[in-house]
């Protein structure tokens, strides 16, 4: 069953998911070597707090913490620990909050220090499989046309779609129906309509689309070593077309800066 919401809900949720956007971009101004995830960790539950809001994964199912930090071939799901970040990582942040009973939930994946040319293309093919993902978010498509947009993409740059994990809806649950995976075919799966709220969330590959789960019970590695990267935006179906309720906007603007 969909849970479509009404205008004052995805309000709710565009506040939900503003407050993720900032949250990132506090964390963007102090992404450098050096710095510990655990301390990113830190710096983000403290921001959330500060903002009348609670971290929306902390407890989820068990999970210990309320960012996951996937560095490198991590791919998702990253336990925040006393890892030092080193020139040339790669880090992909996944934050959750809850306000006013409705969830955010974004992701991006920062460069720290310089990284390789390599890895620069892996995170912009990322960035722009999930903005083709979201164009196809229009009432009246499927999901398959969002997941087909994704993957299309990802791999015309010789990029490979991880499978196990997917989008989601999103609303006064973290997860809701339907899924929204990063592959599929045009015209397949759920009928989008007005007032449905999802997570689009594209983890691609730079080798095998193949992932593992290590023994913590969460982080997920590339089955290669190879590096991954991971962007996620909360997308409400509107009357004229996809209204992204998250923003890199605030992102770009501390990187522009530093
Ligand atoms: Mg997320
Ligand atoms: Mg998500």
């Known amino acids: 069953m969909l849970h479509l919401k009404t205008e004052a809900e995805i309000e709710l949720l565009r506040s939900s998911n503003q407050l993720v956007s900032k949250t990132l971009a506090e964390l963007a101004r102090i992404i450098k070597p050096g710095i510990t995830t655990l301390d990113l960790d830190n710096l983000a539950e403290e921001y959330i707090r500060d903002n009348g809001a609670v971290p929306g994964f902390k407890g989820y199912n068990g999970f210990p913490n309320t960012l996951c930090t996937s560095v490198n071939d991590e791919v998702v799901h990253g ?4 890892y030092t970040l080193k020139e040339g990582d790669i880090v992909s942040i996944d934050c959750g909050v809850v306000l006013n009973g409705f969830y955010g939930d974004s992701a991006f994946t920062f460069a720290v220090g310089e990284i390789s040319g390599e890895k620069w293309r892996l ?4 960035r722009s499989s999930l903005e083709k993902g979201v ?9 398959g046309d969002i997941s ?13 779609v991880v499978r196990e994990l997917v989008g989601h809806g999103l609303g006064r649950r973290l997860h809701e ?6 592959y599929g075919r045009r ?3 759920t009928k989008i309509k007005q007032g449905l709220v999802i997570c689009i969330e594209p983890m691609i590959n730079m080798g095998t689309r193949n992932v593992n789960q290590m ?4 982080t997920i590695r590339t089955a290669d070593g190879k590096p991954s990267a991971h962007f996620e935006y909360a997308v409400a179906v509107g009357p004229d077309g996809p209204d992204v309720l998250t923003t890199f906007d605030y992102i770009d603007e501390v990187l522009k800066r530093s």
């Open 79 to 82: 336990i925040p620990s006393e």
């Open 123 to 126: 995170l912009d093919f990322t």
């Open 135 to 143: 164009e196809q978010a229009l009432a009246g498509k499927r999901i």
């Open 148 to 160: 087909y947009a994704v993957q299309s993409h990802a791999e015309s740059g010789g990029y490979t």
């Open 177 to 182: 129906a339907p899924e929204v995976p990063n």
């Open 187 to 189: 015209g397949r799966g």
């Open 215 to 218: 023994k913590d019970g969460w």
